[in-house]
């Protein structure tokens, strides 16, 4: 049973937006999780979006913006790309070794 | 810029030890801006975090996988171990060494991944 729930699919038009969502069935989402968003594309490893709930790094896409809404994290993706089709993880710690990965969110961008 | 080049065995049999390493290049593996971990990835589904190791020696695991996992600083080679004994068919995976900041557990910057198989 996953502990971090993110939707299995979605879909997004080319220049639109989308939010991709993070949650926990312990309870809700906040800052002191920590939540990080990475990218996966087809056999590549996975590419760091968002540390922190909202810090990005020098390489993520000005697009791309992390926050915490409704007790969720969320990946919002402003002006959405063909290039920006690929599997989302987000990832949440609990403290300690009590970290999980969300199950992932296959983005189409069409 | 940190880069992460892991290596492994490819293929190994049930119950056989796994040891993967991860030459770390940009920074000193006893460094105190990172601690260094490992995430797994079976075929075709999603991320499992393995565990970390920081430069003090602390090193949490994931709690299904601890009573067979070492995780370790290997700081004349600048590089991470990983090993995991009586391994199993759902041990096949492709497998990431990386390096997070702060105490998330999470990583900032990624190796390309190794493949292993178990299978008899």
């Known amino acids: 049973q996953s502990v971090v729930i993110q939707e299995p699919s979605l879909t997004v038009s080319p220049g639109g937006t989308v939010t991709l969502t993070c949650a926990s069935t312990?309870?809700?989402?906040?800052?002191?999780?920590?939540a990080h968003w990475f990218q996966q594309k087809p056999g590549q490893a996975p590419r760091t979006l968002i540390y922190?709930?909202?810090d990005k790094h020098s390489w993520t896409p000005a697009r791309f913006s992390g926050s915490v809404r409704e007790a969720k994290a969320a990946l919002t993706l402003s002006g959405a790309q063909p290039e920006d089709e690929a599997d989302y993880y987000c990832?949440?710690?609990?403290?300690?070794?009590?970290?999980?990965f969300g199950g992932g969110t296959k983005l189409t961008v069409l | 810029q940190l880069t992460l080049q892991e290596s492994g065995p490819g293929l190994l049999k049930p119950l056989e030890t796994l040891s993967l390493t991860c030459i770390v290049s940009g920074d000193s593996i006893t460094s105190r801006n990172y601690y260094w971990g490992w995430v797994r990835q079976p075929p075709g589904k999603g991320l499992e975090w393995i565990g970390s190791?920081?430069?003090?020696?602390?090193?949490p695991y994931n709690v299904s996988l601890q009573s067979r996992l070492t995780i370790s600083l290997e700081t004349p080679r600048n590089q991470l171990s990983l090993k995991l004994t009586s391994v199993v068919s759902s041990d096949t995976a492709t497998y990431y060494c990386g390096a997070g900041r702060g105490g998330s557990g999470a990583f900032d910057f990624w190796g390309r991944g190794t493949t292993v198989v178990v299978s008899s």
């Open positions: 990832f949440l710690s609990y403290g300690g070794p009590h970290v999980h």
């Open positions: 190791v920081d430069y003090s020696g602390n090193a």
């Open positions: 312990i309870g809700p989402v906040t800052s002191a999780h920590y």
């Open positions: 922190n709930t909202y």
